[in-house]
């Protein structure tokens, strides 16, 4: 009888292991999709606020202000909360700036470069975390 017993319930068991493995897959799968997407928005955000402070730095006026203001709002959705810190402490640098009418960048350049690791660094955990 328990030889019976155990062909008789051993597809289902199998079936139900195949199902819960199926499962998984897809929604392993999901997951890898929404941070991949994740990775490449964040990065893009980053590479847009790059640019925006570059144009906004040498050529200061409304409209690149306003775009800069915008890929702040962008990098700073997608970053951890020390990338945007760090990018709001930029953006208040960079507006100071060029409302002083200085010429001389290196003092900005040097707050731009820290930023840089920061943002690098954001990457990278981002990537670690992901690959688990």
Do not use: C
């Amino acid at each position: 009888m328990t030889v019976e017993l155990i062909t008789a319930i051993a597809p289902y068991i199998t079936a139900l292991v195949g199902l819960l493995s199926g499962v998984y897959a897809v929604s392993r799968a999901n997951s890898n999709q929404l941070t991949s997407t994740y990775f490449s928005r964040m990065t893009a955000a980053y590479e847009n606020h790059w640019a925006a402070f570059a144009e906004f730095v040498y050529y200061p006026n409304d409209k690149t202000r306003n775009a800069y203001v915008v890929a702040v709002y962008n990098a700073v959705l997608y970053s951890s909360e020390d990338a945007a810190n760090g990018i709001q402490a930029l953006f208040h640098k960079a507006i100071e700036y060029t409302r002083s009418g200085q010429s001389d960048a290196r003092q900005l350049d040097k707050w731009a470069g820290d930023l840089e690791v920061i943002l690098h660094n954001d990457v990278l955990r981002f990537r670690e975390r992901g690959s688990r």
